[in-house]
C-alpha cells in the first residue's frame, strides 16, 4: 500500500465524525492504512489543532473501546492528524491547504500520493474540484483521488454538468463515487455466489428463475432530513443509486475477468439492457406511495405530511415499487421487482431469487413450494435456500424447510472501512462509474417526471405496513408475490 495524504474536507462534520473517522480509526487498529501517512482534516470553523483533535479523539472513542485499545493507540493514530481551517469557496484559502500538505509530505517523507474525500454538501462538489486543481493540489508526482458521495445531481443534466466539471480537475480513474450499498460486505458477496459457485451460475438465467425481488425496506422516517427529502423521494434517494446498484449486481454476467474494469463494463451492460419505461409503461410498472399515520413497532407515528419541515401537500413519494424487465438473452422474460420504503413495518434489505417451479403439483400430487434463495443484507447477513423435504412425522407429507448461513454482521467491517480501504489502495470495484450513474438517471427520467405532472397516484400506506396494497398487486399481475412479507 502506497503512503499517502489524505485529505478530509468537511472533518467536522457529521458524516466525519460518525462514519469517516471511525473507519479510518479501525483500518489503523487493523493495519490496512500504509505504513506511513497524513490526515488533513478541512473544516469552516477556525479551530487549533489540539481541538480538532479532540473532537476525533471523541468520535473514534466508542471504537476504541469496542476494540479495546489503550490510550496509547489512540495516541499514536491522532498524531498524524493535522487541521486547516478552509472556506472552500475562497481560493486563497487553498494555498493555506497546499502548505499544510506539503508540510505532511515533508515531515513524515511521504510521495505526493494524494487522496481528497469531499464529504460536504453536493453544491459544493464541483467548487472544491475546481479549487483544488487551481490551487496545484492535484499537480503531485504521484497518484491523486477524489471521493464523493450522492447525490450526483438531480436528475441527468444537473448530473451530466457536475460530472463534466469534476472531470475537468481528475480524471473518471481518479474519481471515487461513494454507494455506501456497495460498501455492504453481503453485496459485495453477491459477485461471489454468483460467479464463484457452479451450482449456482448454472441456473442464473431465466431458464430456472421466475423472478426476482429486491427489497429495502426501512422503519425510519424521514428523520430530520426534511429539507432535503421533501425535494428528492425515494426513487431519487434510493432507487436511482442503492436499488439499481443492487439490481447491476444481481444481473450482471460472467465477467471474463474478475476485475473491477470487467465487473464495472458488466453492470453497465445491465444498465443499458433495462427496459426504457414510456409513460404509460410508468403508469402500469410504477407504484408511488407516502406514509400515512401509523404504528410502528408499539409506537404511534405521524403522517409523512405531518413530519416537520415537510409541505402540507407534498406529493414526494417516500415508497417506491417497480417492475423492470432487462432485455438480454439471460434475462428476457424475468420480472425484477424493486421496492423501497420508509415507515415500513421492519427494517429488511434483502434479495429473494424464486426459482421456477416446473414440478407444481407432479411430485405424488402434492403442491410444491418454489426453491428461494434468499440473500439477506441488512440487518442480518447471509444466504439461506428454500427447499422441499419430506416431514417424516406427517406421513411424509413435503414442506420447505430453509437452509440457512447467517454470518455474524457484528463482526464485520463497516461499509465506510471497505470503502475507504478500496480507495486507498485505489480499487474502483466497488465504486460507482460515471456510466452507471448516468444511465441510471436516464433510466430513471420518465418516471421522475411522471411523478412530477402526478400521472401515477399517490397511494397513501400506513405507517407500520409493507407499503400501498398496489405494491403487491404489481406482482400479483404475473402470478407472485413479495416473499417473506406477512
Ligand atoms: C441513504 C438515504 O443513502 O440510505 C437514506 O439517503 C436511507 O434516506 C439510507 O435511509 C439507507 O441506508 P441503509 O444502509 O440503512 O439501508
Known sequence: MKAMTFVLFGATGDLAKRKIFPALFNLYVDQKLPASYAIVGVGRRTYTVAEFLRSVEQSVSDAAQRREVDSSCIHAFLSTIRYVSVDVTQKDDYLALLGQVIQCEQEWNLPQNRLFYLSVAPEFFDVIAGHIKASGLCETTGWKRLIIEKPFGRDLQSAEALNEKLCASFAEEEIYRIDHYLGKPM??????????????????????????????????GVEDRAGYYDHAGALRDMVQNHMLQLLMMIAMHLPNRINAKEIRKEKRKVMEAVRPMETEDVMRSVVRGQYGAGNLQGHSVVSYRD???????????????????????LWSGVPFYIRTGKRIKEKSTKII???????????????????????????EEGISLQVNQKNAAERGKLEPVTVDFSTDASQAPEAYELLLSDAIQGDSTYFAHWMEVKLAWKWVTPILEAFAQNQVPLHVYPAGSYGPQESAE????????WWQDE
Request: proline residues 7%; without cysteine; negative net charge.
Open 187 to 220: 453485496v459485495r458477496n453477491l459477485e461471489a455466489i454468483e460467479f464463484a459457485n457452479p451450482i449456482f451460475q448454472a441456473i442464473w438465467n431465466n431458464k430456472y428463475i421466475a423472478n426476482v425481488q429486491i427489497t429495502a425496506n426501512e422503519t425510519v
Open 353 to 379: 431469487i424464486e426459482f421456477k417451479n416446473p414440478l407444481e403439483g407432479s411430485y405424488r400430487n402434492q403442491q410444491t413450494a418454489p426453491n428461494l434463495l434468499i440473500l439477506n443484507i441488512n440487518p
Open 474 to 481: 404489481l406482482l400479483m399481475e404475473q402470478g407472485f408475490s
Open 307 to 329: 413530519e416537520p419541515g415537510v409541505e402540507a401537500d407534498s406529493m414526494t413519494d417516500t415508497f417506491v415499487a417497480l417492475r423492470v424487465w432487462i432485455d438480454d438473452p
